[in-house]
């Protein structure tokens, strides 16, 4: 059984075009919603986290939304450049982040010039 | 955020052989963890490493084939054993620090069984 469900798959955005990678969880117990950047060869790096009483949260060029009625929250990048292509995935956690992650699948996000 | 080493980086191994990878940290943390990422895949919990006591696996692992150890705050190590072609990934420490909630991972070590 998949928790997180994360799509779409792959994605090739213009530069300065806003990605938009969706996350949907089946587990309410989950309580932290974190995104991770990969690139080749490198171990995954946290871009950014978010709560279940926040709907939205901004960390530079990157913002998630959550909509916890839904189970659903979705990272979007904003004015995206072609150093933000990588692999982004989705995770969560319960006991805010004390747990293991349980990943999505991952999107293959290309930025093209 | 906490410098993660892991060590080999990368290895080839035969078939029926045992590799233990190390996970090193440069500070005191709460949660350490093991994750497994299949080539093209993505990142699946192995086990949470418990210091002082047996590791805490996930469904369809197990100790005797993946054994833990955890002796103190800054140190974990993963045997993969009597490994097989289809143990061949990327093994990733993950750690989360004292008071903090963000996990940062290694930066992996790829695994090619022969």
């Known amino acids: 059984q998949q928790q997180v469900k994360q799509s779409p798959q792959s994605l090739i955005v213009q530069k300065g075009g806003i990605p938009i990678i969706n996350c949907a969880y089946e587990?309410?117990?989950?309580?932290?919603f974190p995104w991770y950047q990969q690139f080749p060869g490198k171990g995954p790096a946290l871009l950014i986290a978010?709560?279940?009483?926040?709907s939205e949260k901004k960390e530079g060029r990157f913002t998630i939304s959550f909509n916890k009625s839904a189970k659903q929250f979705s990272l979007h990048i904003m004015d995206s450049q072609p150093g933000d292509s990588a692999t982004y995935f989705c995770?969560?956690?319960?006991?805010?982040?004390?747990?293991?992650?349980?990943f999505g699948k991952g999107t293959h996000l290309i930025i093209q010039p | 955020s906490a410098v993660i080493s892991q060590k080999p980086s990368r290895d080839i191994c035969q078939r029926g052989t045992s590799l233990t990878i190390q996970c090193q940290v440069d500070s005191q943390v709460t949660m350490m963890f093991w994750y497994r990422q299949q080539p093209g895949q993505s990142l699946t919990l192995i086990a949470t490493?418990?210091?002082?006591?047996?590791?805490?696996?996930e469904s369809g692992f197990v100790i005797d084939k993946f054994p833990i150890s955890r002796p103190n705050l800054t140190f974990s190590t993963l045997t993969v054993s009597n490994m097989s072609p289809e143990d061949s990934s990327i093994y990733l420490c993950s750690v989360v620090e004292q008071g903090g909630t963000e996990a940062f991972f290694g930066q992996g070590t790829r695994l090619t069984v022969v």
């Open positions: 490493a418990n210091q002082g006591s047996e590791a805490t696996y």
């Open positions: 995770a969560a956690s319960k006991r805010g982040g004390a747990d293991g992650l349980t």
């Open positions: 978010i709560r279940p009483d926040v």
């Open positions: 587990n309410t117990a989950f309580d932290y």
